[in-house]
């Protein structure tokens, strides 16, 4: 019995236990369920304000746009108005005009009509005056006009020659003037400089223990530095300078920047030196490229080609007659261009024929044509214009000029070159003569290089160990002499030496 009871105690224990468990659960769910509530209308009112704002803002902006529609609009409607008003003013303006015109056209009629009248009276008036005439000359009207249209005709012939004749002299006068005008004003609207190239530059130093290192140890440093650029360098007892002399620019200035590089530097040895002379070159290189570039662009000269461009920045290094080249053509594009404005052409086709028109100097391999063709067909061969063309082949009479650009630059090429100072006869034949010197000892087999010092008086041939001898060199030297006596006229005597070295060249690795 007890059993039973413990059993019914725990029975309703159990159910007792469960329905609190599940009350407590309930009370738990319906305070989650509140929560939730509470927090899903705090998100929904946070939303709906946030709704708010963003509508008040598209609102504001929807406004400002329509205003802004409504300024423009209303800006629009007052320019035509402003126009129409315009208009209507012109239109005014027109037909008063045409009533003016409708009465001068009327007052014109009148007065036509009132002419009219006059001419008759006046034809009656001739055809009486003829009969007298005729009738006291004995001569029929018909040979009356003819004598006198005869003696007219003679008359006017005689007139018209004197008149053509001072047409004539009036109009050379005029011309002469006018053209003596155009140069004149060309020449002084353009900066010129009057500046002969030589053919020696000074490389200064800071002090004269420099001198001994750049000759180097019984002269091999001067030897190797003369080899690799070709230039005499000449130490003396000038303080404090170096001079460097060759007829050729571009071999003066590498030999002077690679000086610069090494006393800089302070490393000086021949194996430096021809590192440092073959990296200049290469520097001098990109200069002249660059040169070509600025010199375009400061004359405003667009879409050259880049071969053209590099050979206008190779001008730098080349003289004509003792100009420098590239100043010259400067020079000649600036008064192409001032006298292509003052006559009414092109003045940027004329700039630049004006450039190029030296252009055929440049080349190095100097092939047998004259400079003008060279210069056409390398100008025409990078896409030139047909008038550029014409200009710069009949510069010096070539070929026939074609085009008004052509007689312009060939006058202009006269004005830079003419001016007093500005070239010098003498150093283009020194140049020349001393390219043939170099030129013809090139012209021997076995000969690497050749460089022309001493003013010309001296002919330095590097030859090439393998394939000339000892022996040989000497009897090369010998040629050599015997050649320039027979082919060549100079003042003096040319020295020529031979110079063979042979190198053994090895790595470690």
Do not use: W
Not at 123 to 131: A, L, N
Not at 272 to 284: A, C, D, M, N, Y
Not at 442 to 458: C, K, L, P, T
């Amino acid at each position: 019995m007890e059993i039973i009871f413990i059993v019914a105690g725990l029975i309703g224990g159990l159910v007792l236990g469960v329905f609190v468990q599940k009350m407590l659960l309930k009370s738990k769910a319906d305070s989650i369920i509140n929560a939730a509530e509470s927090k899903a209308e705090s998100i929904r009112k946070d939303k709906a304000f946030k709704a708010k704002e963003k509508f008040l803002k598209l609102k504001q902006e929807h406004e400002a746009k329509v205003k802004e529609r409504e300024r423009r609009i209303q800006s629009t409607e007052d320019r035509a108005k402003a126009k129409e008003k315009k208009l209507d003013h012109k239109l005014s303006d027109i037909q008063r005009k045409e009533k003016d015109i409708e009465k001068i056209k009327s007052d014109f009629d009148v007065k036509y009509k009132g002419l009219e009248i006059r001419m008759k009276e006046l034809d009656k008036t001739q055809e009486k005056r003829v009969q007298e005439l005729s009738k006291i000359s004995g001569m029929s009207a018909e040979d009356a006009k003819e004598s006198l249209m005869s003696a007219l005709v003679d008359e006017a012939k005689t007139e018209a020659m004197v008149k053509i004749k001072e047409i004539t002299e009036e109009a050379k006068l005029n011309a002469n003037k006018e053209a003596r005008k155009i140069v004149i004003q060309s020449i002084q609207r353009v900066a010129t400089e009057q500046a002969v190239e030589n053919a020696v530059s000074v490389f200064n130093i800071d002090s004269d223990d420099i001198k001994g290192r750049i000759i180097g140890r019984e002269g091999r440093n001067i030897r190797a530095l003369e080899a690799a650029t070709g230039v005499e360098i000449i130490v003396d007892d000038t303080p404090e300078a170096i001079m460097l002399s060759c007829f050729d620019p571009v071999r003066r200035e590498i030999a002077r920047l690679a000086l610069h590089q090494l006393v800089t530097d302070g490393r000086i040895h021949p194996a430096r030196i021809e590192e440092i002379v073959s990296k200049t070159g290469k520097q001098l290189e990109e200069e002249i490229v660059e040169t070509g570039k600025r010199t375009c662009i400061d004359l405003g000269i667009h879409g050259l080609h880049p071969a053209l461009m590099k050979m206008v920045g190779r001008m730098k290094y080349r003289s004509s007659y003792g100009q420098n080249l590239l100043k010259h053509s400067r020079e000649v594009a600036n008064l192409c261009a001032t006298m292509a404005s003052e006559l009414g052409l092109n003045p940027k086709i004329a700039k630049r024929a004006g450039l190029l028109h030296d252009i055929g100097k440049v080349p190095e391999d100097e092939p047998e044509l004259p400079h003008a063709i060279l210069g056409m067909k390398l100008a025409e061969k990078y896409g030139e214009k047909p008038d550029v063309l014409n200009a710069i082949g009949a510069h010096h009479d070539e070929i026939e000029m074609t085009t008004l650009i052509s007689p312009i630059v060939q006058v202009c090429d006269a004005v830079s070159g003419a001016r007093p100072g500005a070239r010098r006869e003498i150093v283009e034949a020194y140049v020349k003569r001393i390219k043939d010197l170099e030129s013809l000892a090139m012209s021997f087999d076995g000969v690497a290089s050749a460089y022309a010092i001493q003013a010309g008086r001296e002919l330095r041939v590097m030859v090439e160990s393998d394939r000339v001898s000892d022996n040989k060199a000497e009897e090369l030297s010998f040629q050599i002499s015997e050649k320039i006596q027979t082919e060549m006229t100079y003042p003096g005597q040319v020295r020529i030496t031979v110079i063979r070295e042979k190198r053994s060249v090895h790595y470690a690795k």
